[in-house]
């Protein structure tokens, strides 16, 4: 098989990555431009290299052309695809990374044959960006969102054989379907984030030092780049306007709540917000639940290590981790994750004699 990744950051590194590593007999085509380019041949991560003008050489012969620019520019690809068709006598399979899939679609499946469009949105992703960054096991248990034309019934077998390799979990979803829930689920949380962050009081910004779990957490995602959420703002915005009004409609009304001292209906919302909060039972958009202990570690050198060191000794694989919070001179508590509960037990045993108190979370 011959894939082509056009537009060659991190995800489409990440996907080379794990080609590479698995020494797989599939030929990796770079296509970016030639800076990037300059970077994966010194990182070897591709069999041959093309910048985005250069389609006559890197269109013919593709069995899979996996479209991982931003979403403005994959548009623009599919039109230069459309345009040179001709230049085709087999199928080829083509599919897109895309956080929305609305417009993506509509111009994809309209391509003429021999082109076979399948939308694509991996749910995995870091905030790092950049083929330097690429992460072979990053679609690992990863949930890999699909859309179909009328005319498919499965995902073609070029594509579903590397989602398989990569072990990520295909979900198919319509792309209006996708459209919306994402617009509540990330959108709309991404203006929410950075609303909190650009919208704090001056006075306020004066005691950031202060700034505990709780605003760190509402604000991480506000570090996020404009240039990657531009085009899905653009390509989204019905849904995501939608999605803010209600969200606000909610704020307001838990804010006349306050002011009227109505505790009742206050904890109510609290309530309802527990129970959805209860609901995200998988994790970082894991297709499966992942068995989570916290190990509390000594504010030392090499604590972490002591922690990690014994589970890889005695084989047990952790699937997550994260460094849930540190008092300095006190110590700090360590997240772990494992696929299984079985492993999760087992570690608890192992750090537990090694003097690390552990429990299940």
């Known amino acids: 098989m011959t894939i082509t990744l056009v537009g060659f950051g991190l995800l489409a590194g990440s996907v080379a990555a794990a080609i590479k590593q698995a020494g797989l007999q599939i030929a990796i085509r770079a296509v970016s431009s030639k800076e990037t380019l300059q970077k994966a041949k010194e990182l070897s991560m591709a069999d041959e290299f093309f ?19 931003p979403i403005k520019h994959i548009l623009s690809t599919i039109e230069v695809l459309k345009k ?10 083509v599919s897109d990374i895309g956080s929305t899939k609305g417009e993506i679609c509509e111009s994809g499946f309209a391509l003429p044959k021999p082109f076979v469009f399948v939308g694509g949105h991996p749910m995995a992703g870091s905030e790092k960006r950049g083929v330097e960054h690429s992460d072979p096991s990053i679609f690992e248990n990863a949930y890999w969102l699909y859309c179909l034309p009328k005319n498919l019934t499965e995902l073609p077998e070029p594509l579903k054989e590397i989602l398989d390799f990569l072990d990520s979990r295909p979900v198919q979803i319509s792309p209006s379907d996708h459209d919306f829930a994402m617009a509540w689920l990330s959108h709309a ?17 004066n005691h950031l030092h202060l700034a505990g779990r709780g605003f760190r957490d509402m604000t991480r995602i506000a570090g996020s780049s404009w240039g990657m959420w531009k085009d899905i703002l653009e390509t989204n915005k019905k849904n995501i306007a939608k999605a803010l009004e209600t969200y606000a409609k909610k704020a307001q009304e838990m804010k006349l709540e306050l002011e009227a001292e109505q505790l009742a ?16 039972e998988t994790g970082k958009n894991y297709a499966y639940p992942l068995h989570e202990i916290v190990a509390h570690i000594p504010d030392e ?16 694989n952790i699937r997550d981790i994260e460094l849930m ?18 492993d999760a037990v087992k570690a608890i045993e192992i750090l537990e004699e090694r003097g690390i108190r552990a429990v299940s979370r």
């Open 189 to 205: 949380p991404q203006i929410l984030s950075t609303s909190i962050a650009a919208g704090i009081s001056p006075l306020a910004k």
């Open 51 to 69: 910048e985005y003008d250069d389609v006559q050489n890197w269109l013919p012969n593709s069995d899979l052309i996996l479209l991982c620019s």
């Open 265 to 280: 209906k206050l904890e109510n919302n609290f309530s309802l917000g527990n129970q959805t909060r209860n609901h995200l």
């Open 84 to 93: 040179n068709a001709g230049l085709l006598s087999d199928t080829v399979i």
């Open 325 to 342: 919070k540190v008092r300095e001179g006190i110590g700090g508590t360590l997240l772990l994750a494992f696929k299984a509960e079985s």
């Open 301 to 316: 050198p090499g604590s972490i290590l002591g922690a990690l060191n014994p589970l890889a000794e005695k084989n047990v």
